[in-house]
């Protein structure tokens, strides 16, 4: 499947753009509603971007009144992003989501702008799985030394997919040396978060067998398909879609030709080669 | 309202004016919008493409009128002829045309939409401020209008009782909102996306973020901060 980072694409205000994915991922979803961090909240750099939003949105209470109705009514499967600053929120959440026509949570574990849940990534997965039969989905950082650990603490609880990877927490800074973003550090997107995002989904998929969202600075077909090489089932795009509204449409029709240029006779068979070239190098001393 | 689209166009000339630079690239099926709209173009080399509003749109063409201050622009400005450039718009809100006694008032580079807007109301009056006379070469988009050179201040020269339409610094922005409470001013922020995808060009007005992209950036009458 190919979806949208959450955070990357306003189904309401793009359904044109959101009708040409597999499954739209909203916004994070907060108990309270956030008006988001004080402008500037992007910053271009050489490589990527920074951005601060701040997770805005109406708040809970809203979105299930409001937007969640008028996001399943554009007929694309919504996944839910769930935010919160404790496991409790979180779970309330999920218990007010929906089973009958939401099509999957995803757990928003890691977003860089926002003071974190106390509670580690397992303990809300948990919290989350006592109150929700819809698949939860857990949105992890590119932080931990160990992705692998995060993933099987994460499946050990009732997790049935991971998504990867969320921004990287960056700083850059304007000509008079101050943060360029009002908050200061921002989430780091864009072309250079690829090679992390390549590195932790190979690593999570040597940890699990759980599908995997994969994604992380994709802008073309091939770059999808590297990602499925690591072990990613599904893919999202986040910061290509602010430069081309039309990218789900032309990564789709680049991966046929990228899969054939990598000489593989179908995507399937190129699900997880990344791996077993490994295997084979090590077995080959 | 027009749809926008996203497609290479090719760059017809690249005219330095002032300090500042003159894009043209080529129209073809690209519909240019209502005045006050603005285009989002590729900055080759760039991750992110960058937000103009249409400064003309002469028969196949559209003009874009920028400052080269930022990599990005730097990178629209050293295009050539002949080059291909992806162009997304028309996007976000333009000025309101219904105003009986229109004043166009810019200020610097903020001039860029006002000569597609004089057209688009049959050449009203026009005041134009610059910070010195080289940056006043770029008044020759607007034949007609009355130029001021700082010190002077387009506020010092503004007319009263007039439906105004302005762009500039929000400086000037803000003083002449003082004088013209009801004016519709077009203003600016940092943009990735100019579709309302990324929620990065949030500016306050009346107490609330919203998307400058999408609620703008021309706003009347709002206390835009």
Known sequence: MLLNASGCLDALTAPEVAAELDAFVTKTVTPDPRPGNLPPRIVETDHGMLNA???????RAAFLETTLPRLLALGVPIWVSVGGFSAAEYAETCLQLPEDTVACVELNLSCPNVDEAP??????????????????????????????ETVRAVEGVGADGISLVNTLRGLTLAPDLTPALARGAGGYSGPALRPVALAAVHAARRATSL??????????????????????????????????????????????????????????DAFCAAHDRVANTVNGF | MSRPTRAPRRVAAVEALGPYTLLRVERAGTDPGVPGQFFMLEAP??????????????????????????????????????D?????????????????????????IGIAPLPYLALALDRPPALLGFRSERHAEAATLLP???????????TDAMPARRDVLACGPEPMLRAVRELAPTAQLAWEAPMACGYGACYGCAVEVDGELVRLCVEGPVLEGASCS
């Open chain 1, 53 to 59: 939003i701040g997770l805005a949105n109406p708040g």
């Open chain 1, 119 to 148: 509670e580690s990534a397992a303990q809300i997965v948990a919290a989350c799985r006592r109150e929700t039969s819809l698949p939860l989905y857990a949105k992890l950082s590119p932080h931990a030394w160990d992705v692998g």
């Open chain 1, 211 to 268: 599908p995997i969202v994969g994604m992380g600075g994709v802008g073309t077909g091939r770059d999808v398909l590297e990602l499925i090489a690591c072990g990613a089932n599904h893919v999202a795009l986040g910061t290509v879609l602010f430069v081309d509204p039309d990218a789900p449409n032309r990564v789709r029709a680049e991966l046929d030709a990228a899969v054939r240029d990598a000489r593989y006779a179908t995507l399937d």
């Open chain 2, 45 to 82: 080399g760039r991750v992110l493409p960058r937000p103009m509003s249409l400064c003309l749109a002469p028969r196949g063409e559209l003009w874009f009128l920028f400052e080269p201050v930022g990599p990005g622009t730097r990178a629209l400005a050293a295009v050539e002829p002949g």
């Open chain 2, 84 to 108: 291909e450039l992806h162009v997304f718009g028309p996007l976000g809100t333009g000025f309101r045309l219904d105003v009986p006694k229109p004043l166009l008032v810019g200020g610097g």
């Open chain 2, 144 to 154: 007609a209008a009355d130029v001021v050179i700082d010190p002077v201040l387009v």
